[in-house]
């Protein structure tokens, strides 16, 4: 059982600088080969660009990997769906049977922890399903906020989630959901969705204090800082909507449930919307690796000065 590090990140990381975590499962299973790849390798660069290091996470043969290389990335992008998505229940099986397997947010935040990385960047957080009530299927994602000390930014939970329950269940693990520059929940594809965040941030200098607040306390559990998707990418939440309960009602005339359900939502809308989603996805995913990185920065020159 092996822990590898990138040796730029383990660098970064011995000289306070600002590292950035990334999953593995939006380039898995979230979107379709190449443009994964694509993907991936400019949220990398956006990091870079912005003045971090970017750590993409994966488990290669069974080895925990803090951050792959470019060609790790493409082989991912391969072989996409075949790679085992991997929760926190699962990394002792994909460990001791040294698989391949790809990192939920839950599974990132493990590894970022592990290795001391703050702040992860991602598209959307998983979240109570529609319908838990009857089926009980919440994303393992919120009880990992609530235990692991790192902070995730996306663009809310995703929007095919119930997302009134999700913040309820937020609130219920203690974490805090702040809102960057906006009082409202973003609901992934849109801007709005009527639900308030806990706190909306001035800017990245605010969000950075509130980071070293909360870990100067001591205070164990993540923190959630949501981020709209720019305003000319975000989609019309009647279209949207529309394919997404058409996507969900063909899920569960079909049976599938359980950590297939995500994958085959966003695919099955991406079908929906003839690409449109998947371009909203990605823009959304670039302009939180921007935020996300600045964040880290300021939290860099905050830690430095004490």
């Not at 600002?18 to 898995?28: G, K, M, Q, R």
């Not at 290669?60 to 790790?72: F, H, L, P, Q, S």
């Not at 800082?225 to 996507?247: F, G, H, W």
């Amino acid at each position: 059982m092996t822990v590898r590090i990138k040796p730029e990140v383990e660098k970064a990381l011995a000289e306070g600088k600002p590292v950035v975590a990334l999953e593995s499962t939006i380039i898995s299973h979230g979107m379709p080969y190449p443009r994964n790849v694509e993907t991936a390798l400019n949220v990398e660069k956006i990091i870079r660009e912005e003045g971090g290091v970017p750590c993409t996470m994966g488990f290669i043969d069974g080895d925990a990997v803090i951050g792959m290389n470019e060609a790790e990335i493409e082989e991912f992008g391969k072989r996409g769906r075949s790679i085992a998505k991997v929760s926190r229940r699962d990394i002792p099986v994909i460990m001791g049977t040294k698989q391949w397997g790809a990192t939920t947010v839950a599974t990132t935040m493990i590894l970022a922890a592990k290795a001391g990385i703050e702040m992860f960047v991602t598209g959307g957080i998983g979240g109570v399903h529609r319908h838990a009530q009857e089926t009980f299927d919440i994303s393992a994602d919120l009880q990992e906020l609530g235990r692991t000390s790192v902070t995730v930014l996306c663009a809310g939970a995703k929007a095919i989630l119930d997302l009134p329950l999700t913040l309820e269940v937020l609130e219920t693990q203690g974490v805090p959901v702040l809102g960057y520059q906006t009082e409202e929940l973003p609901a992934f594809y849109t801007r709005t969705s009527g639900l308030k965040v806990d706190y909306a941030l001035r800017d990245e200098a605010e969000a950075a204090r509130i980071i070293k607040a909360k870990r100067d306390f001591g205070l164990a559990g993540g923190i959630l800082i949501t981020n709209t998707i720019p305003e000319e990418y975000s989609m019309d939440p009647a279209v949207i909507n529309k394919a997404i309960d058409e996507a969900v009602a063909e899920m569960e005339a079909k049976g599938i449930h359980g950590k297939e359900c995500t994958p085959y939502l966003l695919a099955k809308i991406v079908d929906i919307t003839g690409g449109a989603s998947l371009d909203a996805n990605i823009q959304l995913v670039y302009n939180n690796a921007h935020v996300g990185t600045r964040i880290a920065c300021q939290l860099a020159a905050l830690k430095e000065k004490n």
